[in-house]
C-alpha cells in the first residue's frame, strides 16, 4: 500500500543564513528548516539589542561598498549619486527639466539613480511620467509607467509635493501640472 501522505524532504537552511545566525549570535538547532530559520531571524531583529548588532553590520558594509565605490568613480561621482538616491523615495516631485534643446516640466516620480558611463562616469536618474487613462464607463485615472532618464545637470529644478497625487485625483493632478508649468516659465 501507498502512502499518499509522504511528507516532503524539509529544506536545509543556506550557508547565508547560517551565517547571518552566527553573526547575531542565534543558535540553529539540527531540525531546523530553511523556514524555521528564517522566522528565527525574523523575530529576533524586533528585539532592540539584536537590531542594534543588525544595522552596525549594515553600516559596515555599505561603508565598505562605499569606499570600494568613491575609489572606482571618484568622490564627486558617488556624492552626486548619494544626492539623487535621497530623491528615490517614491514621493512625487515638480521637476522642471531640459530634453535634448526642449524645456519641459511634469510631475515625477523618481524611480533610481546610478552610475554609468566606461572611462568616464557619470549618474543617471531614472524617474516615473504620469499617463492619465479614461476608459468607458470609467473614471479617469492616473498609473505611473511612462519611464523617463535624466543626467543631473538636465533638471533645472525640483520640487518636492506636500502630498502624492492619488490616482483618482485628477483635479489635483491638474493644478500640479499648471504649477510646473508656472515653475517653468521662469526657465523660458
Same mark, same amino acid.
Given at each position: 500500500?501507498?502512502?499518499?501522505?509522504?511528507?516532503?524532504?524539509?529544506?536545509?537552511?543556506?550557508?547565508?543564513?547560517?551565517?547571518?545566525?552566527?553573526?547575531?549570535?542565534?543558535? *540553529?538547532?539540527?531540525?531546523?528548516?530553511?523556514?524555521?530559520?528564517?522566522?528565527?531571524?525574523?523575530?529576533?531583529?524586533?528585539?532592540?539589542?539584536?537590531?542594534?548588532?543588525?544595522?552596525?553590520? +549594515?553600516?559596515?558594509?555599505?561603508?565598505?561598498?562605499?569606499?570600494?565605490?568613491?575609489?572606482?568613480?571618484?568622490?564627486?561621482?558617488?556624492?552626486?549619486? %548619494? %544626492?539623487?538616491?535621497? *530623491?528615490?523615495?517614491?514621493?512625487?516631485?515638480?521637476? *522642471?527639466?531640459?530634453?535634448?534643446?526642449?524645456?519641459?516640466?511634469?510631475?515625477?516620480?523618481?524611480?533610481?539613480?546610478?552610475?554609468?558611463?566606461?572611462?568616464?562616469?557619470?549618474?543617471?536618474?531614472?524617474?516615473?511620467?504620469?499617463?492619465?487613462?479614461?476608459?468607458?464607463?470609467?473614471?479617469?485615472?492616473?498609473?505611473?509607467?511612462?519611464?523617463?532618464?535624466?543626467?543631473?545637470?538636465? +533638471?533645472?529644478?525640483?520640487?518636492?509635493?506636500?502630498?502624492? +497625487?492619488?490616482?483618482?485625483?485628477?483635479?489635483?493632478?491638474?493644478?500640479?501640472?499648471?504649477?510646473?508649468?508656472?515653475?517653468?516659465?521662469?526657465?523660458?
Amino acid at each position: 500500500m501507498f502512502n499518499i501522505f509522504k511528507r516532503k524532504p524539509k529544506k536545509l537552511p543556506s550557508q547565508n543564513q547560517l551565517e547571518e545566525c552566527e553573526r547575531l549570535g542565534l543558535k *540553529v538547532k539540527p531540525h531546523m528548516s530553511s523556514r524555521d530559520v528564517w522566522q528565527l531571524v525574523k523575530d529576533a531583529k524586533e528585539k532592540p539589542e539584536i537590531k542594534i548588532l543588525d544595522d552596525k553590520y +549594515i553600516a559596515e558594509q555599505n561603508a565598505i561598498l562605499e569606499k570600494e565605490d568613491r575609489e572606482e568613480y571618484g568622490d564627486a561621482v558617488v556624492d552626486e549619486l %548619494k %544626492k539623487w538616491e535621497k *530623491v528615490c523615495d517614491g514621493n512625487h516631485y515638480i521637476v *522642471v527639466y531640459k530634453k535634448g534643446k526642449t524645456l519641459a516640466s511634469n510631475i515625477l516620480e523618481f524611480e533610481s539613480a546610478n552610475i554609468e558611463g566606461e572611462k568616464k562616469f557619470y549618474v543617471k536618474i531614472d524617474a516615473l511620467l504620469p499617463k492619465t487613462y479614461k476608459p468607458r464607463n470609467d473614471s479617469h485615472s492616473i498609473e505611473w509607467e511612462k519611464e523617463i532618464s535624466f543626467r543631473p545637470e538636465q +533638471i533645472l529644478e525640483i520640487k518636492e509635493m506636500l502630498q502624492q +497625487i492619488d490616482m483618482f485625483d485628477i483635479e489635483g493632478y491638474e493644478a500640479a501640472l499648471l504649477h510646473a508649468k508656472e515653475i517653468e516659465a521662469k526657465y523660458s
